[in-house]
Every structure is written in C-alpha cells, then in structure tokens.
C-alpha cells in the first residue's frame, strides 16, 4: 500500500481481486441465455395477444389497454429490483430475476380473466429487470477479469449477452409457431417455465463480483462504528465513500445529467419497443394485414437480422463511443420504420424494412445497457441501471394509451404505429446528443 508524506493511503492504488478467465466466460454464457429465456417469457404475451383476446372476446382497444395496465404493473416491480441488487447482491439479484421469469410464465398458463392477466403478467417484470442486473454485474466483473481479450472487447462481448432480446423474440415466435397447434396458448406459456428455472439453478454456482464485496465489507464496517477505517479502505481502492441512499446517489452530482438524459431516451424509445417489438405480430397483422401465422414467420427472420444488430452496436460502441453509436442507431431506426408503414408493399418490402428497422432499434441497447453501468459507482449502479430500465414502463405505458385513444378515436394500427412508434424511435435518438460521456469502469 502506498501513502502520502502524512500517511493518508493514496487513492486508487489497492487492485482489486481478479476474476478469472473460466469463471469470466461462464458468467457470460449464463447471463445470455438466462436474457433469451426472461425475454422469451416478456415477448410470448405479447405476441400471443392476438389469440388471448381471441379466446376472450377482446376488442383492439380493450386488449390495448389490458397491455398498457400490464405495464404499470411491470414497472412498479423493474424499478424495485435495483435497490433490492445493491442491498443483497448482484449474484443473488440475478437468481431472483430468472426465477420471476419462471414464476410469470407458470401463472399465466392459468389466465381467468383480465384482471388475473394484469397481476400476474406484472411478475413478468422481473424478467425485465433481467437485463440491468446483468448489466451491473457483467460490468463489474470484466473490469477485473484475468480474461484480456473479453477486457478489451467488452462492449462487443456484451453485445452478444444483450442479443438475448432477439433471440428470446425469435425463440418465442418460432416456439409459438410449433406447439400453438398442439398445445394451445395455455400450453406455451407452460412450457416455458422449465428453462427458466434450470438456469437459476445454474446461477448459483457464480461467484459475487469483488467490487460488491468491498462494498459489504465498508458497510459493515460503518455498522460497527469503525467510519475511518472504512474511509481509509475506500481510498485505497478508489471507490465512492457517500454513504447516502443510492436512490439519492443517482440524483446527485455526475450522475444527475445522465440519469434524466437516459430516462427520457428510455421512455420515448419504448414507444418503438412496445409497438415494434412487443406488438408487433399486431403491426403486421392489422397494420400491414399479413395473417397471424405469416406473422411469426416473418418475426423469425426479423429478429434473427436485429441480433446482428446487437453485435455491430456493441463493436461500433467500442470504437466510435456509445452514446454516438446509441443516437445515430435510433434516428435511423425511426427513419425506416416510417418508411415501412407508409410506402412498403408486399411481404419483401415489409420484411427488409421492419429488419433493417428492428436492427437500428434494439441493436443500440447492447452498448446503452453497458454504457448505463458505465454512468454510475458501485454503491448506486444496480439502483441506477434499474431506475432507467423502468422508466421503459412509463414509456410502454404512454405508447398504450395514446394508441388505445387512437383507435377509439377511428384511426387504425398503421397510424398508430407511424405517429407512436416511428416517431418516439427517431426522438429518442435525438435526445442521446445530450447525455455527458463517460469512461469505461
């Protein structure tokens, strides 16, 4: 350890424990397909939408509005996981995601009626809040790992984990597609319970990430009444010394601008989520009057061209910077979705424009989850990973009710879509331009 000429330690010069390469590269398997299958799960309501509202006699404006409670529902859960993260840990934070992933799956086999939908899709937010946590905590350990190749190349690494939400998308239309016939929406929604919960099985062998630990370690520390030596211990490592609540750390100093820059990308971006991703066996079934099986054929390729999209947002986020990455992506994805919905006739004009759509929209968040770690300390990253990550509800949310006001009002799917999605994708981009950038952890 080294000190000052009056024996204060100097800041920063106590490395911190090293991950090492088998334990890196293991979390990073199991944090994707832990994302596929809590995307699986979030994807599969809305696109078995259709068929539910078929079974229950819902209107589009009523099965609109039973999606836009769903995510008030989904939204008051994601925005509880991260403080619940930076309380217990990451390692424990990321079991509880993918069992809620599990459990929202299990219950909404047994679908009663609208209300019963509404409370128990909300679990589903649990699996939502599934790609923050694996934000945090891939965040933390390659900025130690033993890996060189993953340190170096985190942003693309991570792109290959967050790519999880076109596969889960991918996964979800072509499962549908395959036991529908057989097993009806019940029966799917059944199914997907049993990988969900193998994977937190598998979780529990990961280990805790050294920089949550140190954290442990002061705050108890503290506890014990032994303040200067927790504060001597953080200066040798460098790290943050605020013992304020990490909801109020988010709101405070550095963190401020990027926290309400971020959070309102968020909220107009999930206008194109919800519409083009969530719904959009809707967009194309009522929108552009393909059928419900054509649909999901269609979505199979789809997503399959917005997974590459992950991945060259992850490299170029690398390269070029992330948050140049993330604005350019979006204008260019409401751009092209604009141009699908007004002038795109006939299913290979549909398909080559809702991919090339689908791969500036969801792509960025490869280098946006990663960059929101990026933005905050260990003490508040899982609070503030989390708190942007559901401010996507309150976006969702808004999406639904202007939609629902929309087609009360006369107009159809396709003008929904073009004035909520295309145009809430393009403005979010724009307001990316003012999020202060950040260095790597």
Known sequence: MTTTSSGIPESGTRP????????????????????????????????????????????????????????????????????????????????????GTALASAVSAATMNAAYLVGVRSIGGLGL??????????????????????????????????????????????????????VGWRGCFLLATFPAIVIALLRRGLRETPQFELQQKMDRMRKEGRTEEAAVLAREYGVSESKSAPFLEIFRGSALRNTLVLGFAWFVNWFGIQVFSVLGTTVLTQGKNVSFTNSLLMF???????????????????????????????????????????????????????????????????????????????????????????????????????ITAMLVAGSDWNQGALMVGALGTFLSGFVMFGARKVPAL
């Open 300 to 402: 199979i390729v789809i997503n399959a061209v917005a997974y590459v999209g992950y991945v060259f947002h992850g490299w170029a986020g690398d390269r070029f910077g992330r948050r140049n990455v993330i604005a350019f992506g979006w204008m260019a994805s409401g751009v092209i979705f604009a141009l699908m919905l007004l002038v795109a006739s006939g299913t290979f004009a549909v398909v080559v424009l809702y991919s090339l759509g689908m791969f500036f929209l969801v792509g960025p968040y490869s280098a946006m989850l990663f960059f929101m770690g990026e933005c905050y300390d260990t003490r508040c990253r899982a609070t503030g990973t989390s708190f942007i990550n559901a401010i996507s509800q309150p976006g969702a949310i808004a999406a639904g009710a202007i």
């Open 16 to 99: 911190f424990p090293r991950v090492g390469v088998r334990q890196t590269r293991k979390a990073t398997v199991i944090a994707l397909f832990a994302w596929i299958f809590a995307v699986y799960d979030y994807i599969m309501f809305g696109t078995l939408l259709p068929e539910i509202s078929g079974q229950f006699q819902w209107t589009p404006a009523q099965a609109s509005l039973i999606s836009t409670l769903i995510s008030v529902g989904t939204a008051i859960v994601v925005l509880g996981v991260g403080p619940l993260v930076d309380r217990l840990g990451r390692r424990k934070g990321m079991i509880i995601t993918v069992s």
């Open 129 to 182: 809040a599934e790609q923050s946590v694996n934000a945090t905590y891939l965040n933390e350990i390659y900025a130690v790992t033993e890996d060189e190749k993953i340190k170096k190349r985190r942003g693309l690494i991570y792109s290959l984990v967050q790519g999880g939400w076109p596969l889960g998308t991918l996964l979800a239309a072509a499962f549908i597609a395959l036991f529908l016939p057989l």
